[in-house]
C-alpha cells in the first residue's frame, strides 16, 4: 500500500505512473490525502522527469493557505494513501509476446533430422504463422479525457476562448461535447471532453499549446481519464 519513499526516485515514478490517470490522490478535488502527499513529496520534482507529479504537485500548492479547510483525515500515514501496485498490465501483455515469440518452433536440437521431424517442423512453422495471422494488427489505443480550463477572470470573453481551444489540431485528437460551469464571483469555467490517441498525444503538451492563450487561460487541469 502507499507509494514508499517518496523523496526517492521510486517513489516519485510510483505516484507520476498514479496521476498520469488521475488528478488528485482521493476523489475530484483536493483533500487531505494530497496534502499529506504534498509534504512528503517536500519539493517541486523534475518536470522532465515526472510531469504528472509535478503538474499535481504545483497545482496542490496553489491551495496551500487552504490546507487545514480541505475535508479528509489530516493525521493518515502516508502509507495508507495510494494503490497496491502490481505489475503493469502493458509489462504483462510485453513478457506474454516474449514468451510467445520464443516457442520453440523446431523442437529439440537433439532430434533426429529424418522425415518426420521435417514435417513437425512445417506444422508447427504453420500453427505459428497462423496464430500471429489470426491475431492481426493492435488498434490504436485511445482514452476519453475531460479538461478543465481556467480564465484570469470574469471579464475573459468565454466564447473565444472555446473557439480558440477547439481550433487546436493535432494528430490523433478529437474534441468533443463541453460545458461552461460557474465557479463564483461571475467567473465561469470551460469543461471540455477529448478523445486522444494514447501515442500521439501527450498531455502535457496539449496542456501547455491550450495555456499559450494567455490572454484568456489562467490554467488547465486533467480531471478525469479513461481507457477506451
Known sequence: MGFGD?????????LN?????ESYLAGYTPTQSDVIVFKAVAKAPEAATFPNVARWYSNIASYESEFSSLPGDS???VDSIGPI?????????A???????????FGSDDEEEDAEAEKLKAERLAEYAAKKAAKGPKPAA???VTLEVKPWDDTTDMEELLANVKSIEMDGLVFGSHQFIPIGYG?????????IEDDKISLDDLQATIEEDE??????DVIAMQKL
Do not use: C, M, R
Not at 517518496?6 to 510510483?14: E, I, M, N, R
Not at 506474454?96 to 518452433?105: G, M, P, S
Not at 467567473?187 to 478523445?195: F, R, S, T
Open 95 to 105: 513478457a506474454a509476446e516474449e514468451e510467445d515469440d520464443e516457442v520453440d518452433l
Open 75 to 77: 493525521e493518515a500515514s
Open 142 to 144: 485511445k482514452s476519453i
Open 6 to 14: 517518496l523523496t526517492s526516485p521510486a517513489g516519485l515514478a510510483k
Open 17 to 21: 505512473t498514479f496521476l498520469l490517470t
Open 85 to 93: 501496485f502490481e505489475e503493469e498490465p502493458a509489462a504483462k501483455e
Open 187 to 195: 467567473i465561469k469555467k470551460l469543461q471540455i471532453n477529448v478523445v
Open 215 to 220: 490572454d484568456h487561460v489562467q490554467s488547465t
